[in-house]
């Protein structure tokens, strides 16, 4: 099946997009969200120590993916580390900002998706996921 789009049905596409992103705007969490982002943004400590346990997290998951078993000491390390993490107030907001915009994303790229799908818009019970029969693709795992 090919999608053939016009210029007029492009520009439509893009206005309810840049009023997706509007509406987005206008919402008081989103704002809140950006004073969070922009104190985090502001703050080298916190960046440098949420890296530093990204990183660690990373090289952590590569060594288990590999088969190599972690000594008591990296896991007791990488916790210490997450636990002072999570305890600085500018990155735990960052945090919880970035679970956020991704449930956001997430559902719209559901909704997207879905559409698709169905060649409808979709209604909430579509959207809903009673079981793992809905596969992997449908936004929900």
């Known amino acids: 099946m090919h999608m053939i789009a016009t210029e007029q049905n492009e520009e ?79 990155a735990q907001n960052f945090i919880e900002l970035q679970a956020q915009m991704n449930e956001v994303q997430d559902a719209i790229n559901k909704m997207i998706s879905k559409t698709f799908e169905l060649g409808r818009v979709p209604e909430e019970e579509d959207l809903k996921c009673g079981d793992s029969s809905c596969g992997s693709g449908c936004g929900c795992h």
Request: glycine share 2%.
């Open 12 to 90: 439509l596409i893009l206005q309810k997009t840049r009023d997706l992103c509007a509406a987005l705007l206008e919402d008081r969490r989103f704002r809140d969200s950006r004073e969070h982002l922009e104190s985090f943004m502001a703050d080298q400590a916190a960046q440098s120590q949420y890296r530093e346990v990204s990183e660690r997290g990373r090289v952590l998951r590569e060594k288990q993916i590999q088969g190599q078993s972690l000594a008591e000491t990296e896991i007791d390390e990488f916790e210490k580390m997450r636990f002072d993490l999570l305890n600085n107030p500018v």
